[in-house]
């Protein structure tokens, strides 16, 4: 049988599935939720990490439990693998993942409190607007070379502030159409100095640091070179790293293999060298599904739970070798969203058929989408009601995020009510048809492979035909997906979802401004200057500017809560449901030290295997 032929009958058998449990009670749903509480309030971190020198060199001393040497932990990602190793290049969260692995920055987050803490800097200082860095002496790159100052200053000046790779980084960064500036003030001390107070500024120093006697022939070459420096295709012995593992062997479509950087500048209160354990694994997975059958299979030591899977996970979890903890909701969003752009490309020719540009373009059309979209449904169906439905831009756990905005039940009435204003109809067999008589028929991209998307697809599909509408739910390759959001344009709807900080905004800025590089339901193409614009998309950018810029929390929620507000009124994004995040490790791996900030493996140089290697 034919690959597109199974996927097709996959999706029809879900959709009947799924429309048959529309109404479905789920009286586990409760159950489940009081088996899988929120472990993250029982954590007993262990005290701050502190700098010891030791010959004169400035060590990160771990306060974690001495550990024992050796093993490995073998982790997945879903997809194809990794686009690239270079970080700076990075447009999609495994590269990200991946990358970061091998590269610290300045700073790093606090997994108790989100507060900036220091990384590869031995401590910092805020005079006004001045940050002072103070490097650690004697720190080292992977090939015994010292980290100092020049290489700071290279990765932000000649790298980021240059616009080589990919400029979200820069972008984030503008203020009155100024960056920052970064110098050198000796061997060991940087300083970067923004043009007015810039709240958002001490948490992008986390950004990674580049060995510059690496990186700089590279970016000598061009940024057309650089694009394609450190790509999955260069040999892992020419990496240089700071983290606490460099990359020893890319199999594509299979497995990245990391080994331990033997000069990682943490220790423990031994002051032996970490990481403990001597290689990280990433297998690449192609969807959801067959990451559950590894795990059970004991080919992964670590797995996030999809809602349909954790009842049964929790139910053998007493007699296994896992411990299962719940994290709290996403950090990120997922949601619908619709190509509202209304501009040419060179050949003359609209990105967006015309006839669906109106209809995207229309305020009521959208209103009248989201109010058909059945979150609660989707939470009970897809997340086994491990979840929550999500109608704003900031996460259920920002601390930014804009309360008074309340939610509200599906209503077709209401639908139907909007798109009367814009002049649709239903025609006598229901189809709806616009003022002109078109049929309302669109497409449905998503990501192939990850199974809650397509699921939700299939769902959000039958909520807009129970309108009338004619979709096309089309699961497509994520590069493809990618490609089409930000090069071709040559999409109608589509379900994504972002990653996100619940302690800062900002991150988002190159999704919310107009010209951002992730804008992506009215994206501009390069040296598209003369872009048209909503009144609400210039408003965004005004709040957005304002927020970064001001220096009290007060001050920065009312307008973070504002550009909430006009999301929310104006949908360009229609948000889904906010899944709760459970994560299953294997019971030998200790120091595990779960936070609803960070993570399960953000301290991987402490993790070790109880036992030695395995």
């Known amino acids: 049988m034919k690959k597109w032929v199974y996927v097709v009958l996959v999706l029809v058998f879900c959709a009947l599935f799924l429309k048959a449990c529309v109404h479905r009670d789920y009286p586990e749903v409760e159950q489940i939720k009081s088996t899988v509480q929120n472990d993250v309030q029982y954590v007993h971190f262990p005290p701050s990490q502190k700098t010891v020198t030791i010959d004169d060199v400035e060590y990160l001393q771990s306060q974690a439990p001495v550990g024992k040497f050796g093993g490995e932990l073998k982790a997945s990602t879903i ?30 987050t606090d997994a108790e409190t989100g507060e900036p803490i220091p990384k590869l800097a031995k401590s910092f200082e805020i005079i006004g607007n001045d940050y002072i860095i103070h490097l650690r002496k004697g720190a080292k790159w992977s090939d015994g070379k010292e980290i100092t100052a020049d290489d700071v200053v290279f990765t932000w000046q000649n790298i980021i502030f240059d616009g080589f790779g990919n400029t979200s980084t820069r972008d984030s960064l503008v203020i009155d159409g100024k960056l920052p500036s970064v110098e050198k003030i000796d061997k060991y001390t940087v300083k970067f100095s ?7 500024f001490i948490r992008m120093l986390s950004t990674p640091i580049a060995p510059k006697h690496i990186f700089a022939p590279a970016v000598k070459k ?121 501009r040419k490309n060179k050949d003359g020719k609209y990105y967006v058929d015309p006839i669906k540009q109106k209809w995207f373009r229309d305020v009521n059309f959208r209103l009248a989408c989201d109010y058909a979209i059945d979150r609660k449904n989707m939470v009970l169906n897809i997340a ?20 008074k905005l309340q939610p509200y039940p599906r209503s077709l009435e209401k639908s139907k009510e909007y798109l009367k204003k814009s002049g649709f109809y239903w025609d006598k067999k229901g189809h709806l ?60 709807m589509v379900i994504m979802g972002l990653t996100g900080s619940p302690l800062e905004p900002n991150g988002g800025k190159n999704v919310w401004m107009s010209d951002g590089t992730l804008h992506m339901f009215n994206q501009r193409l390069e040296g598209d200057e003369n872009s048209s614009r909503f009144d609400w998309e210039k408003e965004i950018d005004d709040v957005y500017v304002k927020g970064a810029l001001a220096t009290s929390f007060e001050e920065r929620k009312k307008y973070y ?40 493996t953000y301290n991987i140089e402490e993790i070790y295997i109880d036992g030695g290697d395995e």
């Not at 997809?79 to 920055?105: H, Q, R």
């Not at 994520?478 to 071709?488: E, I, Y």
């Open 194 to 200: 923004t043009i007015k107070p810039f709240a958002p």
């Open 79 to 108: 997809g194809e693998g990794p686009k690239t190793f270079n970080p700076f290049n990075s447009k999609d969260n495994i590269s990200s993942l991946l990358s970061e692995v091998m590269y610290d920055g300045l700073l790093s």
């Open 561 to 600: 809560d504002e550009y909430q507000r006009i999301a929310y009124e104006q949908k360009p994004f229609i948000y889904i449901y906010s899944p709760i995040i459970i994560t299953a490790i294997r019971t030998k791996f200790k120091n595990i030290f779960p936070s609803g900030l960070t993570g399960i």
């Open 433 to 492: 048809r616009d003022k002109s008589g078109n049929h309302v028929e669109f497409n449905l991209f998503t990501n192939a492979g990850n199974t809650e998307r397509e699921a939700i697809g299939v769902m959000v599909k039958q909520d807009l035909e129970d309108l009338g509408m004619k979709v096309n739910f089309k699961p497509i390759e994520f590069n493809t997906l990618v490609n089409k959001l930000v090069n071709t344009l040559d999409w109608d």
């Open 384 to 403: 086994n009601g491990l979840g929550e439905p999500l109608y704003t831009a900031e996460s259920l756990n920002s601390i930014f995020l804009n309360k």
């Open 222 to 342: 061009g940024k057309d070179y650089f694009y394609t420096f450190l790509s999955t295709n260069t040999d892992p012995k020419t990496f240089v790293t700071s983290g606490a593992f460099k990359l020893k062997e890319y199999v594509p479509a299979q497995r990245v293999v990391f080994e331990r950087n033997p000069n990682y500048y943490i220790i423990n209160t031994n002051n032996e060298k970490l990481p403990y354990l001597d290689r990280l694994v990433y297998y690449i997975v192609g969807d959801l599904n067959n990451e559950v059958l590894k795990f059970e299979g004991g080919e992964l030591d670590v797995i996030n739970l999809q809602g349909a899977n954790v009842a049964r996970f929790k139910e053998r979890e007493a007699h296994s070798d896992y411990k299962i903890y719940n994290l709290g909701p996403n950090t990120g969003t997922m949601f619908v969203t619709m190509n509202l752009n209304d």
